[in-house]
């Protein structure tokens, strides 16, 4: 679509040129972060156990974990896929390791192009382009890009999904809807919060009072291609746990922790929780499964948040619905030290105030536009579902790009309010 401020300043070719040298200018910065590691960054947290999925899937084909000769749901088939492929093609050497790492680090460069996409749908191309340069150059999201996390691919495709399934509702096509719901199982293949993006879509439909009888249809179909698409890994943890699991087994854990967070709740520490359990596994023998012994993490964790919701519900909705949110929102995740803590911390802050802006002042950038908030509703419902575990500052930076594109919009807007007043000066 078109705007006055893309008819004024931004040709779509001049924009694609712009876009392919951010592109070119974030495939430097994120070779030059991973070059200095002999193997490629490795924080031997999660992204070693994933580092250690993908060569155990390049091998023998099985989806294991931290230890390679156990197969496990505690992950979902989206990362030992995605680096198993990419080992296979680049080895397991250390060479190989670190060509594996920047064409990982490529899928977050990806985003930036979906930024783009969303940014110029909603707004302007000029809003496209602060958001896509945003993602490539934003310190915690490049961090982030380098090491082998599932919330690079997950945030590219969700971001695409979004994109395509708005773009399908603005102006119906098959094509676009489809590419939509095959980015959307993708994600879901990397977290089943990527099942969440419909509400974006549902929001415009909301918004627009759009016939829904079409799109019964369209959903019926996208429903098929989701479960033929999954039916395969769902055979596969029934063989395996002899339970439907229907995309991980393994957020307990997080789900402990997130119930000593907030305010006012049960007494106790995670730590003191973590012994109990681990001496209930040891008591009863089964010390050496991990999935019972998260899942009875997680058994606990609900436990503490009834307890924490029937005795004290004002502290435990405070928590849920401001600081926690607040917390996923504000923090950033950081796995090398590229740069002073303090400086990322200001230029989130910065990237904030702009995305706020952006979402209280949208019209003098062209972006007043029906589903110009359908992804600010589907930012709210996802943190708020989030908010139900652990804020950690990794499970933020997966909305990131969203918030990157209200950025972007936010800027574009101060710049035509300050042009504007420049001309009107000068005249």
């Not at 999925?53 to 989806?63: E, H, L, Q």
């Not at 971001?159 to 773009?167: E, R, T, V």
């Not at 603005?170 to 719901?181: I, L, M, T």
């Not at 709210?380 to 990794?394: H, K, Q």
């Amino acid at each position: 679509m078109n705007t006055i401020a893309d008819a004024d300043r931004l040709s779509p070719r001049r924009a694609a040129l712009v876009l392919a040298v951010l592109l070119a200018v974030g495939l430097a910065l994120r070779s030059a972060a991973i070059l200095p590691y002999a193997m490629g960054p490795n924080t031997y947290s999660d992204d070693n156990g994933y580092l250690t999925s993908g060569v155990t899937f390049a091998r023998t084909g099985y989806i294991a974990y931290a230890d390679p000769g156990l197969q496990t749901t505690a992950i979902g088939p989206g990362m030992p896929v995605l680096l198993g492929g990419l080992i296979a093609l680049l080895g397991a050497d250390p060479g190989g390791l670190v060509a594996t790492h920047i064409a990982f680090s490529c899928i977050g460069l990806l985003t930036a192009i979906a930024a783009y996409l969303l940014g110029t749908l909603l707004c302007s191309r000029t809003a496209g382009l602060i958001a896509s340069a945003l993602c490539v150059l934003e310190p915690a999201l490049l961090s982030v890009n380098i090491v082998f996390l599932t919330e690079t691919p997950y945030m590219c495709l969700n971001l695409f999904a979004m994109y395509f399934l708005l773009a399908s509702v603005r102006e119906w096509r098959w094509s676009r809807y489809w590419a939509g719901v095959l980015c959307m199982c993708g994600a879901a293949f990397f977290k089943g919060l990527g099942l969440l993006v419909l509400i974006a879509p549902v929001a415009l439909l909301a918004r627009r009072g759009t016939n829904l009888r079409p799109w019964l249809l369209r959903a019926g179909a996208a429903l098929v291609a989701f479960v033929l698409l999954f039916i395969p890994w769902w055979v596969r943890n029934g063989l395996l746990t002899g339970e439907f699991v229907p995309f991980t087994a393994n957020r307990g854990d997080i789900q402990l922790m997130g119930s000593y967070i907030g305010f006012g709740y049960p007494e106790g520490t995670y730590e003191e929780a973590v012994l109990q359990s681990d001496r209930e596994a040891w008591e009863q023998g089964y010390q050496d499964d991990m999935e019972r012994r998260f899942a009875r993490r997680g058994e606990m964790g609900k436990e503490r948040l009834w307890q924490w919701f029937t005795e004290n519900p004002l502290a435990f909705v405070a928590s849920h619905l401001i600081y926690k949110p607040l917390t996923l929102t504000v923090s950033h995740l950081r796995t090398v030290d590229l740069m002073p803590d303090r400086l990322v911390s200001l230029v989130w802050w910065g990237c904030l105030a702009l995305a706020a802006w952006g979402l209280l002042c949208p019209r003098a950038g062209g972006c007043a536009q029906r589903g110009y908030y359908a992804p600010a509703v589907y930012l709210l419902v996802a943190t708020l579902v989030t908010a139900i575990y652990a804020p950690l500052p990794r499970y933020g930076v997966s909305h990131v790009p969203i918030w990157l594109v209200y950025s972007g919009a936010g800027l574009s807007d101060l710049g035509t309010r300050a042009m504007r007043l420049l001309k009107n000066r000068i005249g």
